[in-house]
């Protein structure tokens, strides 16, 4: 499956963005889908994923209750909606995909990686 993220932006804190991750192929609703994202000088890390369905989900305690992920399997497509953004959520997200939950959490836990979109919250 090959991965595109887009939706990506200049915000100020407070306001919000929503960022798409559109796949490839005709089995898309046979991945788990994870977003993660990376700040200058610092590690990847997870964001939220979510199950082949939808009907399961899990956050990063630092975005639960402003960010909500979803999927449209109808359209290839995973959203990210973010709202309530700060300036610590300034970075390059990722979209993953990967047919096992197991690992939904670690880099490690995806086969498939999708190019960065910048996200940049002024205060």
């Known amino acids: 499956v090959q991965l595109q993220a887009s939706g990506g932006g200049l915000v100020q804190a407070g306001g919000s963005l929503r960022l798409s991750c559109a796949a490839s192929?005709?089995?898309?609703?046979?991945?788990?889908v994870g977003w993660f994202r990376q700040a200058p000088g610092k590690e990847r890390e997870f964001v939220a994923a979510?199950?082949?369905?939808?009907?399961?989900?899990s956050y990063a305690d630092s975005v639960k209750g402003r960010f909500t992920i979803s999927r449209d399997n109808a359209k290839n497509t995973v959203y990210l909606q973010m709202d309530s953004l700060k300036p610590e959520d300034t970075a390059v997200y990722y979209c993953?995909?990967?047919?096992?939950?197991?690992?939904?959490?670690?880099?490690?836990?995806?086969?498939?990686w999708g190019q960065g979109t910048q996200v940049t919250v002024s205060s």
């Open positions: 993953a995909a990967d047919r096992t939950w197991s690992d939904y959490g670690a880099r490690r836990g995806y086969d498939y």
């Open positions: 192929g005709r089995t898309f609703s046979s991945y788990v």
């Open positions: 979510i199950s082949w369905s939808g009907d399961k989900t």
